[in-house]
């Protein structure tokens, strides 16, 4: 709704040779006027007068009023234009014409009907896409102008792409008399209220996709949470088979040295990592030190010192219980 400055049009009188702009509007200017300061009654000139100054105020305030008949809704939005025709389509289709009536009490009209195209419009040319919705059977709707009659009211939609994440939407509305006289355009009210509809439902879709954006974090972060429990989960069983393999490792040592005694018999021995001369030395055993005896080979001896070094000792310089006391 466009706010009419009632001052306008007052100026507008002091265009009119009865009342040029230079000199103000007053009683007095009224007395000096033709035919009325020498009528013997003063106050019936003062009327009159009035009269003749109200007649040129009001087709200059209907001119000014005029001005914003017709003028239509339009704004750019940052969205893309698969959702807002999306939106724009399901306002068509929704059966309410908003901001206008036909009975006091109530901000809109019911019983309305989506439509493919409408002569009450001339042929839009200007691109994108049309979408239309008519209300027939309306008598005299509030904010249209000059409605005295029964007729449709037409609401027309135009949604272009402006680029990936914006696009314009247009929207006018006219009332279309049922005998042709006059199509009257709206006073913005309708394309107003239509436009409100469309807002709460793109609000709604924010509020949706932050909605299905947080849950997407949410579900994400529960993801991760996961694979960090899972992968936690494998080092502990790695874990567990380490520990179940040292206390294997410790029960074989264990066992082994509750096997035969034996002790150098050489002034030292060598203890080999593996049953052969050439393999790594890792300690070297005094005379008379006591190992346990894991394994007996044919050459070698696997042995486990007093320290639990494991390793092999070449047979002949190690002595057993049983060959001392023979």
Excluded at 115 to 142: C, H, I, M, N, Q
Excluded at 151 to 176: C, E, H, M, N
Excluded at 255 to 275: F, H, I, M, N, Y
Aim: aromatic fraction near 6%; charged fraction near 30%; hydrophobic fraction near 35%.
């Amino acid at each position: 709704m466009v706010d009419v400055n009632v001052r306008e049009p007052l100026k507008r009188v002091s265009r009119f040779p009865d009342c040029p702009a230079d000199e103000a509007f007053s009683v007095s200017r009224l007395r000096r006027m033709p035919n009325l300061s020498r009528s013997p009654n003063r106050f019936t000139g003062l009327v009159l007068a009035g009269l003749i100054c109200l007649s040129l105020v009001l087709p200059a305030y209907a001119r000014n009023r005029k001005e914003h008949w017709g003028e239509g809704f339009s704004v750019d939005l940052n969205k893309p234009y698969e959702q807002v025709i999306g939106i724009v389509r399901a306002v068509s289709e929704d059966g309410i014409v908003r901001g206008t009536y036909d009975f006091r009490g109530v901000s809109e009209l019911d019983g309305a009907t989506p439509a493919k195209d409408s002569k009450a419009f001339s042929a839009w040319t200007g691109g994108g896409t049309v979408l239309y919705k008519v209300r027939p059977k309306t008598l005299s709707p509030e904010h249209f102008r000059e409605t005295n009659d029964e007729g449709t009211i037409t609401v027309r939609y135009v949604v272009q792409s402006l680029g990936p994440a914006s696009t314009r939407l247009r929207i006018d509305a006219v009332f279309k008399e049922d005998t042709g006289h006059h199509t009257d355009p709206s006073d913005g009210s309708v394309e107003q209220g239509e436009f409100e509809a469309i807002s709460v439902r793109i609000r709604d879709l924010e509020d949706t996709e932050e909605k299905h954006r947080q849950e997407s974090e949410r579900s994400e972060i529960q993801s991760k949470l996961q694979g960090l429990e899972a992968e936690l989960e494998k080092e502990n069983s790695q874990l567990a088979e380490l520990k179940a393999r040292e206390e294997q490792l410790h029960k074989q040592i264990q066992s082994g040295k509750s096997g035969a005694e034996a002790q150098v018999r050489t002034e030292s021995a060598d203890l080999k990592a593996r049953p052969y001369n050439q393999s790594k030395t890792l300690q070297l055993l005094a005379q008379g030190e006591i190992v346990t005896v894991l394994r007996t080979g044919a050459n070698w001896c696997h042995v486990v010192t007093a320290s639990g070094q494991e390793g092999w000792v070449y047979r002949p310089m190690l002595q057993t219980g049983l060959e001392a006391s023979q």
